[in-house]
């Protein structure tokens, strides 16, 4: 019997209401299939399985919001009968309940086992700041999970909660709760340090245009999609960039998902990842960009697209900006950054000339790289983007 | 085409791509992109709706001439006429 357990919805997102299956017991599913719909304070998302089976029993009901890892459904394996999964499930709750005790509420509502927390029972420190807003907010601040120095809770463990436990007056105040939490516990955790360099792309713009002048409106590509083409085949060279640190480890991600930065219509903005983006041709990575920000904006993203990116990607040329200066979204270790492609002076073979450039920027975290190599990183995106035929 | 049915076909693209926006509000004389914030992917898909839209595909030499509202209802109209 397999457990299908609520995936992980990205950092900063701990739980979801379902709001309804898309399967039903007896049906068969592989992986990859939208097995449901599930309601986050950034979107609705369309959950992924990554099982094969048929579906035994659905746990969870519509309308019910549980943390992320918590089974919501069961599924039996090819060749399995139903009454070898009952029989298992029936053992796996006896297993669980003689290790967990006496449950004095004799609830037995599935839950994630608790957070380590450092702090010794029934002393937990909350800083003076958590405190006070837990007081405003009438939430029991020593309840809370800690992740802040030794486990204390800290004032972003508080707006956390308050925004799950809030009704959703509107997604835009859920998001922007969500980003702010993700942004402060970046910037607490992660020792970001900068870099950036001015990338001609006078032939990639030739080229550029030579391609779409013969197409339709429906077939040409952005300058975008090359700037994104080029960050994917450059971390190739530098895994070190692509991937996440948690526990005190970086582990290089096994694929190149960069999530790409997508601002949501009055307000808000969500960066979910396009799939082995250094594997794609610029016209898939077009047609995949333009149906993830329509799906962005209409809030209706899948958990592999939220959860995934190994790195994001935000351009920001179009509002003007020339330097992006961004903030890392935990556990990623880098984002990458560009700024608005304009014509410059520029010395070529010691002539001055006048090409469009566009200035391309790392943040990365200090722990996992060097400026040395964030550099490197950035020459080698500099050098895709002389032979944009080659991307 | 009339111009009348050239605006509303106009409007309802760029209603397509910023629902919060009303169409009407916006100054006919003003750069419409300063107006309407569209970036360039969203541009590209007000020009797609309009293709679907009037059956006019507009190349990328001619996107400096799409400045105003009253320019681009005057581009439209030209090439509707021209066809």
Redesign the interface.
């Known amino acids: 019997m397999i457990e299908f357990k609520l995936p992980s919805l990205g950092a900063e997102m701990d739980e979801a209401k379902l709001i309804e299956w898309k399967v039903r017991p007896g049906d068969t599913v592989k992986k990859g299939d939208i097995v449901a719909v599930v309601d986050t304070s950034k979107s609705a998302i369309d959950v992924e399985i990554w099982e094969e089976g048929t579906i035994h029993e659905l746990v969870l009901a519509p309308g019910e919001t549980v943390p992320v890892g918590t089974v919501i459904a069961t599924l039996l394996e090819p060749g399995e009968t139903a009454e070898h999964a009952t029989e298992e499930a029936r053992r796996n709750a006896a297993r669980a309940k003689a290790l967990a005790g006496p449950t004095p509420t004799g609830s037995t509502a599935p839950s994630t086992p608790p957070q380590p927390v450092a702090a010794a029972a029934g002393h937990v420190r909350v800083s003076p700041a958590a405190r006070r807003r837990a007081q405003e907010l009438g939430i029991d601040g020593t309840a809370i999970t800690g992740t802040g120095p030794q486990g204390s809770v800290v004032l972003e463990d508080v707006e956390r909660v308050a925004a799950m436990q809030a009704q959703p007056k509107d997604r835009a105040t859920e998001m922007r709760r969500t980003i702010a939490a993700a942004m402060a516990r970046s910037k607490r955790e992660i020792p970001h340090y900068y870099l950036a360099t001015a990338i001609p792309l006078g032939a990639a713009s030739r080229w550029l245009?030579a391609r779409?002048?013969g197409r339709?409106?429906?077939e040409?590509v952005?300058?975008?999609v090359l700037l994104l083409k080029a960050v994917a085949l450059a971390l190739r060279k530098h895994p070190d960039l692509n991937g996440f640190y948690r526990d005190g480890a970086f582990q290089r991600a096994s694929g190149i998902h960069p999530g790409v930065a997508i601002s949501i219509?009055?307000g808000g903005l969500i960066a979910p990842a396009i799939h082995d983006a250094d594997r794609k041709t610029l016209d898939e990575l077009m047609r995949q960009?333009?149906d993830l920000?329509?799906r962005a904006r209409a809030f209706s993203l899948r958990s592999s697209e939220i959860a995934g990116p190994t790195i994001t990607v935000t351009n920001l040329?179009?509002?003007g900006v020339e330097l992006v200066q961004g903030v890392i979204y935990p556990p990623q270790v880098a984002l990458v950054g560009f700024g608005k492609v304009s014509e410059r002076p520029w010395v070529q073979g010691g002539q001055l000339t006048v090409s469009p450039v566009v200035t391309a920027s790392l943040a990365a975290d200090h722990r996992v790289t060097d400026g040395h190599r964030g550099a490197l990183f950035l020459d080698e995106m500099a050098g895709l983007l002389q032979e944009p035929d080659r991307l | 085409m009339d111009e009348t049915t050239i605006r509303a076909a106009v409007f309802a693209a760029l209603r397509s791509i910023a629902p919060e926006v009303s169409p009407d509000q916006i100054p006919d004389d003003k750069p419409f992109r300063d107006e309407v914030d569209l970036d360039s992917m969203d541009f590209l898909n007000f020009l797609i709706r309009l293709h679907e839209k009037l059956g006019v595909n507009v190349p990328e030499a001619d996107y400096a001439k799409l400045v105003t509202l009253n320019d681009l209802v005057s581009y439209l109209r030209a090439r509707l006429a021209s066809r």
Do not use: I
């Open positions: 245009a779409n002048e339709l409106v429906t040409r952005l300058m975008a219509r009055q960009l333009t920000v329509a040329g179009d509002q």
